[in-house]
């Protein structure tokens, strides 16, 4: 047998380390060549690597969280034949070497008395927990001032501790019986206090998004700006839209009509489709528009990008917001969909709320937030007219974009929005 060590692979353009996320074998496992083996996270995205061999699995290093650095091992297998690091030895233990003979032992003048066995422990006999009754809440709470500091020191409300001490006196067995059940002592109503906490170790995306928003806050000078839009006309248009070409063309949520709208008033303001390299203090501004729409996955924000929304219409749009976002859920989206946005809209559709502060994604300069559509009375033309109102919080970066630039940018997208037809004029 032989022993093959597995080393961490560049699994990125010029990536040092990766995070140790998923193992999907353990110690003494056996596996199969190209079986998954483990799941490692980059700056950019998560990669499967598979088993180069077959063989058992010897050793796992690394545990989840930790970093693992490119061309470190980081799993051990037993294999056939010599393996990659020298043999292993034969898993069939060795036939030992007949012990000599020990020297006979010199005569004692006495035998050494034989020690008596001891007599076995008597079984214990079950203690019955002493029958405590919950009192009704506000009810005066009786017991003595050792019990008192004790659950003081216990944290423990004597209020919820049934007492069956006299008269309802709480004794040291009752506290006692209050921690064996957990805390949980029925209250009247069937209210319980609960305890503990659950430690959740912050690793792979999770850490991402926690590094990645750290970071943007501690850099990035944000600025909102909020603003209304009317879309009772877009919603009609929508609707119409969706009703001509059900079953025909992709389905159009509000996200392409905003994109669209993106791409007709970008060319005027293209210090906000840029990014900012402030370490060697370069603005980027692009010429292309590549969209990140950020997506919520079961394992956290995910970003991934609609290249090139300027050479799409609203169905070439709206069906690439979808596959990306299903990809995106399934843990399928490439290093390529996840990076490279030069803006980001956020939405939380429904969940969107009346306003928000949204994040940016560096090295962008800008991101839209979508809020949620309502109706909501409004005045126009001198009426109380119900119109279908939703707003759009925006961030910017103080560095790259000023406040009077940032509010003009909104107001030119609200303009498109609110009257759609502009959005398909030339």
């Known amino acids: 047998m032989g022993k093959y060590i597995f080393k961490l692979p560049d699994v990125?353009?010029?990536?040092?380390?990766?995070?140790?996320?998923?193992?999907?074998?353990?110690v003494g496992d056996m596996i199969k060549e190209d079986a998954l083996l483990v799941d490692v996270m980059t700056d950019k995205a998560t990669v499967e690597l598979t088993s180069p061999v077959s063989g058992k699995v010897l050793e796992l290093r690394g545990e989840l969280g930790e970093m693992g650095v490119v061309g470190a091992p980081i799993a051990v297998f037993e294999v056939e034949g010599a393996g990659n690091e020298?043999?292993?030895?034969?898993?069939?233990?060795?036939?030992?070497?007949?012990?000599?003979?020990?020297?006979a032992p010199a005569p004692a003048p006495e035998p050494a008395p034989v020690a008596a066995a001891p007599a076995p422990a008597p079984t214990p006999k079950p203690v019955s927990k002493p029958a405590a009754t919950p009192r009704p809440i506000g009810q005066k709470v009786l017991a003595p001032p050792a019990v008192r500091r004790r659950a003081e020191e216990l944290g423990i409300n004597l209020q919820f501790v049934g007492g069956s001490g006299p008269a309802g006196r709480i004794t040291h067995a009752d506290l006692d019986a209050f921690q064996q059940s957990g805390g949980a002592v029925a209250q009247p109503g069937g209210l319980v206090q609960r305890h503990g906490a659950e430690q959740v170790k912050v690793i792979g995306l999770r850490r991402k998004i926690a590094?990645?928003?750290?970071?943007a806050k501690r850099r990035i000078p944000h600025f909102s700006y909020i603003e209304e839009i009317d879309v009772t006309a877009l919603e009609e248009l929508r609707q119409h839209l969706n009703a001509k070409y059900a079953g025909k063309r992709e389905k159009l949520t509000f996200l392409p009509f905003l994109m669209r709208a993106l791409v007709k008033a970008m060319p005027d303001f293209p210090q906000i489709n840029a990014t900012f390299d402030d370490e060697a203090g370069i603005v980027h501004r692009h010429a292309p528009l590549h969209i990140g729409i950020a997506a919520q996955t079961p394992g956290g924000l995910m970003v991934p990008v609609v290249r090139h929304a300027e050479a799409r219409d609203l169905w070439d749009a709206a069906g690439e917001v979808s596959r990306l976002a299903r990809a995106a859920r399934e843990g399928t989206a490439t290093r390529d969909e996840l990076a490279g946005s030069t803006i980001t809209i956020s939405s939380l559709g429904a969940m969107g709320g009346i306003a928000a502060t949204p994040v940016i994604n560096p090295p962008e300069v800008a991101i839209l937030g979508v809020n949620k559509l309502v109706e909501r009375p409004m005045v126009k033309d001198g009426q109380i007219v119900i119109r279908k109102m939703m707003n759009l919080s925006s961030s910017f970066d103080h560095r790259v974009v000023d406040g009077w630039d940032a509010a003009s940018f909104v107001q030119a997208v609200k303009g498109l929005l609110e009257f759609p037809a502009t959005l398909f004029m030339e």
């Not at 590094?211 to 970071?215: C, F, G, I, S, V």
Request: proline share 11%.
């Open 12 to 26: 990125g353009e010029g990536t040092a380390e990766a995070e140790i996320v998923k193992w999907h074998v353990a």
């Open 86 to 103: 020298g043999s292993v030895k034969d898993s069939a233990p060795a036939k030992k070497a007949e012990p000599a003979p020990a020297p």
């Open 211 to 215: 590094e990645r928003m750290a970071d």
